[in-house]
DNA sequence: CTCTTAACCTGGACGC
DNA sequence: TGCGTCCAGGTTAAGA
């Protein structure tokens, strides 16, 4: 279930049990996650203090002084801190285990996950070519009307594309266009200036909100709790195809865009 | 460049 | 109960 905060949720999570702590162990179970998990990994880690854990859109980063692990959780992924002799289940992985006794443990049944390396210094070339975080200053509407002038794909699309803006999933993607009064099929560069302004506040609330939600029902990382709080009681318009808008009572439409579900008010939304 | 489409993989929900 | 079909929160790669 992870959009950008619920990868955040993840890391503040999994952060107090990682940071400062020595990785005693790597185990891997299967390296065909989304990419052949590379040999620096069991190579490097085993040994080395976690410096820190940060985020760079979906991927966590463990920093390490040899380098840093790259975890992305695709459209499945889980992690957990757990006792170290917690019994491995049949889509358990990869294990990171721990000098405190504890191990954290990947868990996805897509597979579409990964565990990546990125070497001291460097920049992974898939983090190379990221657009800014949503949350940070280097992100508003004045850069999303820039960069999508002459674009004639959905604005939808545009802001789901990870090089103009990270973070913003299937999910919040509908969820701030509602937010900001804009049609998701409508052509990212017949969107004015001033919507792009209002867009930019909606993802900035939204996920801020979803990120401070999710931290009140996923805070204890050793009592798993996959459930985001931020679901279904608040979500405005994604999954509500057929029912009635929340603000005007019109009925929700869906369509597809860009291969991926969406939805809308037609009355609120223009 | 921009845009569209297929692909990766499994499990759960649903219809018959 | 079983089976076929469709759908799912992400992202890259390939081709037009």
Known sequence: MPELPEVETTRRGIAPH??????ERVVLRRA???WPIPAAV???LPGRV???VSRRAKYLLLETGAGSALLHLGMSGMLRVLPADTPVERHDHYDLLLDSGRVLRFTDPRRFGSLLWQPPGQTHALLAGLGPEPLSDAFDGELLWQRSRGRRSAVKSFVMDQRVVVGVGNIYASEALFEAGILPQRAAGRVSRTRYA???RAIQRILAH???RGGTTLRDFLAPDGAPGYFEQELMVYGRAGDACRRCGTTIRSRVIGQRNTFWCPVCQR
């Open 18 to 23: 990682l940071t400062g702590h020595r990785i």
């Open 32 to 34: 065909d996650l989304r």
């Open 42 to 44: 069991a190579e490097r």
């Open 50 to 52: 976690v410096d820190s």
């Open 198 to 200: 209002a867009l930019a």
């Open 210 to 212: 979803a990120i401070q």
